[in-house]
């Protein structure tokens, strides 16, 4: 028998699982997936919005590989900073897997950027989500006017769950707090601001479109931005996804406004930099933008002009880079653990059983589907190298040598009891199922408490 640990449930962890076990080269793999958290599923479940319910539906996917017969979900054991060192995870597995994300916001880098009202919108998502370590404080929406700094997918979901109205959310498993925060928001305008043209942003067509699709907000853009860009009048030479996205903008700039003073409106900016956020009193304020022009080499430079958007509430999403694992030898350039194929190198050779996957292995980069290959990659990796490593001795039982060590895992009974408890706590406030944000809360629920 080859023992796994598969650090990380969400897809790329799971995929790893996955392919470990539908796989007929090396008989009888059995893999534990770790978590930090006391559940799985990762980013679809604490970073896919809300209200994107096809997408959260993967979930189901993701389910359905983890009550595989030879895999066994282990939540609440912090691997590193504060719980299991790799090197003692090596004393419990065959092998170890790292499928961790270990990626950290961006920052602006301008003056301003640590005043009140100004976060990282990962964090916002944290906290729409449910994350148990997202700030028990919320988020100020008292603001009219809202600055959402970035043009991709994450700023696409924030902008959106901004300009939602309330009746829209409650069907959703968002937290009851932050439902009340959303319902309360004085939040009625919101700016999504790019430093390049409609031609060069991150989002995909699909999440642009939604924005002109809800039925509480209204989108704007701007024709002076639009005039900028030289691939807006023409975007045929374009890469399909980028032309489509321009083909949507069009639409927008060319479709008659449509007064309606109860809706809130999205903004899209374009060819605007940050230089710095002005606050009021200890608080966000307005940010103050330079206008850019393209260089002709498919950047932008400064015009030396600019313009100040108000707003109460800023949220970057400007990308992320790598965050080094406690334990694991890391590329600060690449943001990423040095590999081979999957296999960890350490000092240039590779580590004997210890593997990465994901965003650790590749850099934040991709969607969930780029997962896939990736952890068949390192699985490939991992099984031509089992008959060397099944030669050392683990435990039979390594979950109860980690309750020995003083850790307190949640295995997959425990989580089923947090959405038995989950869906119990929806029926009181007459929703469907509503996430538990917090960690006392989680475990006593997966203690059945």
């Given at each position: 028998?080859?023992?796994?640990?598969?650090?990380?449930?969400?897809?790329?962890?799971?995929?790893?699982?996955?392919?470990?076990?539908?796989?007929?080269?090396?008989?009888?793999?059995?893999?534990?997936?770790?978590?930090?958290?006391?559940?799985?599923?990762?980013?679809?479940?604490?970073?896919?919005?809300?209200?994107?319910?096809?997408?959260?539906?993967?979930?189901?996917?993701?389910?359905?590989?983890?009550?595989?017969?030879?895999?066994?979900?282990?939540?609440?054991?912090?691997?590193?900073?504060?719980?299991?060192?790799?090197?003692?995870?090596?004393?419990?597995?065959h092998a170890v897997v790292y499928c961790v994300g270990a990626a950290r916001d961006r920052?602006?880098?301008?003056?301003?950027?640590?005043?009140?009202?100004?976060?990282?919108?990962?964090?916002?998502?944290?906290?729409?989500?449910?994350?148990?370590?997202?700030?028990?404080?919320?988020?100020?929406?008292?603001?009219?006017?809202?600055?959402?700094?970035?043009?991709?997918?994450?700023?696409?979901?924030?902008?959106?769950?901004?300009?939602?109205?309330?009746?829209?959310?409650?069907?959703?498993?968002?937290?009851?707090?932050?439902?009340?925060?959303?319902?309360?928001?004085?939040?009625?305008?919101?700016?999504?601001?790019?430093?390049?043209?409609?031609?060069?942003a991150r989002f995909t067509t699909k999440e642009l479109r939604e924005l002109g699709t809800l039925p509480s907000a209204r989108v704007g853009v701007e024709p002076a931005d639009l005039a900028l860009d030289p691939a807006y009048a023409d975007p045929s030479g374009l890469p399909a996804v980028n032309r489509r996205n321009v083909e949507v903008i069009r639409e927008w700039a060319a479709a008659p406004p449509v007064p309606d003073p109860a809706a809130r409106s999205i903004r899209l900016r374009f060819f605007l930099r940050p230089v710095e956020i002005l606050g009021e009193g200890g608080r966000v304020a307005a940010v103050r933008f330079e206008r850019t022009e393209p260089d002709g080499a498919g950047g932008v430079r400064g015009t030396g002009r600019y313009e100040e958007i108000a707003?109460?509430?800023?949220?970057?999403?400007?990308?992320?880079?790598?965050?080094p694992p406690e334990g694991l030898p890391f590329d600060p350039v690449r943001g990423t653990v040095p590999h081979a194929a999957g296999r960890v190198l350490r000092d240039g050779a590779p580590s004997r059983g210890e593997y990465v996957s994901g965003w650790i292995k590749r850099g934040p980069s991709g969607?969930?589907?780029?997962?896939?290959?990736?952890?068949?990659?390192?699985?490939?990796?991992?099984?031509?190298?089992?008959?060397?490593?099944?030669?050392?001795?683990?435990?039979?039982?390594p979950v109860a040598v980690l309750r020995a060590w003083g850790l307190r895992p949640v295995e997959?009974?425990?989580?089923?009891?947090?959405?038995?408890?989950?869906?119990?706590?929806?029926?009181?406030l007459g929703r469907g199922p509503v996430k538990i944000p917090d960690w006392p809360g989680l475990l006593a629920a997966a203690g059945g408490g």
């Open positions: 028998m080859l023992r796994v640990a598969v650090v990380g449930s969400g897809p790329s962890g799971v995929y790893t699982a996955q392919s470990l076990v539908e796989q007929t080269l090396v008989p009888d793999v059995r893999v534990d997936v770790l978590d930090r958290l006391p559940c799985p599923y990762g980013l679809v479940r604490y970073g896919v919005a809300p209200d994107h319910e096809k997408i959260k539906s993967l979930q189901n996917n993701l389910r359905a590989v983890l009550e595989h017969e030879r895999i066994g979900f282990v939540g609440n054991v912090p691997v590193g900073a504060g719980g299991v060192s790799p090197e003692r995870l090596l004393e419990l597995y920052r602006l880098g301008v003056p301003g950027e640590d005043l009140a009202g100004s976060f990282s919108a990962t964090d916002f998502v944290s906290w729409y989500s449910a994350h148990p370590d997202a700030s028990a404080f919320g988020f100020a929406l008292d603001g009219r006017s809202a600055v959402v700094v970035g043009v991709g997918n994450v700023a696409v979901d924030v902008t959106r769950v901004l300009a939602r109205g309330p009746e829209e959310l409650r069907p959703t498993d968002v937290p009851q707090s932050a439902l009340g925060a959303l319902a309360a928001s004085g939040v009625r305008e919101v700016h999504m601001v790019g430093r390049r043209g409609p031609s060069q707003a109460g509430l800023v949220l970057r999403a400007v990308g992320y880079r790598g965050a969607v969930i589907g780029t997962n896939r290959p990736c952890a068949k990659e390192t699985a490939a990796s991992l099984l031509r190298d089992a008959p060397l490593l099944a030669r050392r001795t683990v435990p039979d039982d997959w009974p425990g989580w089923l009891s947090i959405e038995e408890a989950e869906a119990a706590l929806g029926r009181t």
